[in-house]
């Protein structure tokens, strides 16, 4: 009996020395990986900021002239975006003047433009077509942004509106211009048209009617500039 209970020990040992000799070792330790991604709107003009029309003959009066390509612009976006253009003024700034006769205050509207990017679905007035570019006033902006899908012209998108899904439907995706030529670069025409006198016919607004009925009904000679706002924003 003595020697069985000593084998049964043996045997209980060899067991426990089994274990210890093959138990595996553990120790872990850990790291946080965050990801913080950033909204990028880029808005780049790759022509001059600068856009002449020098009307020196009759031709140039009763035909107008027209900047092919007088402005390009290039969006980079990671988030959907829309985009509009207005004057910064309600009239074009005179800085001289080459007679004493005829209206110097022109409206903004006589400026016409047309875009290369189709904005079909998106908010009107658009410029598939060349269009009169409206004032501060009529573009019917508070603090630089839109007021409504009416008034305010899109090169892109529009003023939040949405399918039925709830998705909006005017916003343009994100992408870059280098991967999406056809909906985020934007090539830019512009006309001016005076005609004889300078009444430009085309504008939505009259010389006759801005800003005072009493305002001769024709332009006067002289040097004026425009100040254009185009405005790339995150869809609204």
Same mark, same amino acid.
């Given at each position: 009996?003595?020697?069985?209970?000593?084998?049964?020990?043996?045997?209980?040992?060899?067991?426990?020395?089994?274990?210890?000799?093959?138990?595996? =070792?553990?120790?872990?330790?850990?790291?946080?990986? &965050?990801?913080?991604?950033?909204?990028?709107?880029?808005?780049?003009?790759?022509?001059?900021?600068?856009?002449? /029309?020098?009307?020196?003959?009759?031709?140039? !009066?009763?035909?107008?002239?027209?900047?092919?390509?007088?402005?390009?612009?290039?969006?980079?976006?990671?988030?959907?975006?829309?985009?509009?253009? !207005?004057?910064?003024?309600?009239?074009?700034?005179?800085?001289?003047?080459? $007679?004493?006769?005829?209206?110097?205050?022109?409206? %903004?509207?006589?400026?016409?433009?047309? $875009?290369?990017?189709?904005? $079909?679905?998106?908010?009107?007035?658009?410029? *598939?077509? /060349?269009?009169?570019?409206?004032? =501060?006033?009529?573009?019917?902006? *508070?603090?630089?942004?839109?007021?409504?899908?009416?008034?305010?012209?899109?090169?892109?998108?529009?003023?939040?509106?949405?399918?039925?899904?709830?998705?909006?439907?005017?916003?343009? %995706?994100?992408?870059? %211009?280098?991967?999406?030529?056809? &909906?985020?670069?934007?090539?830019?025409?512009?006309?001016?048209?005076?005609?004889?006198?300078? &009444?430009?016919?085309?504008?939505?607004? *009259?010389?006759?009617?801005?800003?005072?009925?009493?305002?001769?009904?024709?332009?006067?000679?002289?040097?004026? !500039?425009?100040?254009?706002?185009?405005?790339?924003?995150?869809?609204?």
């Amino acid at each position: 009996m003595k020697n069985v209970l000593i084998m049964f020990l043996a045997v209980i040992l060899i067991g426990v020395t089994a274990q210890k000799s093959y138990a595996q =070792l553990d120790d872990q330790e850990y790291n946080y990986v &965050t990801m913080d991604l950033r909204g990028i709107l880029n808005l780049s003009m790759t022509t001059s900021a600068q856009v002449d /029309f020098t009307f020196k003959t009759i031709q140039e !009066y009763n035909q107008g002239i027209t900047q092919f390509n007088a402005v390009q612009l290039e969006v980079d976006a990671t988030l959907a975006w829309d985009m509009y253009v !207005y004057a910064n003024s309600e009239n074009w700034v005179q800085v001289e003047g080459y $007679s004493t006769n005829g209206n110097a205050n022109l409206p %903004a509207e006589i400026l016409e433009m047309k $875009s290369s990017v189709d904005n $079909s679905a998106g908010a009107a007035p658009g410029f *598939a077509a /060349f269009t009169s570019l409206k004032g =501060l006033t009529n573009a019917n902006l *508070a603090g630089g942004r839109p007021q409504d899908n009416v008034s305010t012209q899109y090169l892109a998108g529009g003023y939040g509106l949405t399918t039925n899904a709830g998705v909006d439907g005017l916003a343009f %995706a994100p992408g870059t %211009a280098a991967n999406n030529p056809t &909906t985020h670069k934007f090539r830019i025409d512009m006309r001016l048209k005076p005609g004889i006198p300078a &009444t430009f016919p085309n504008s939505t607004v *009259a010389l006759v009617d801005y800003p005072n009925p009493g305002d001769a009904p024709y332009a006067m000679a002289g040097y004026y !500039y425009l100040e254009v706002v185009y405005a790339l924003i995150e869809d609204l």
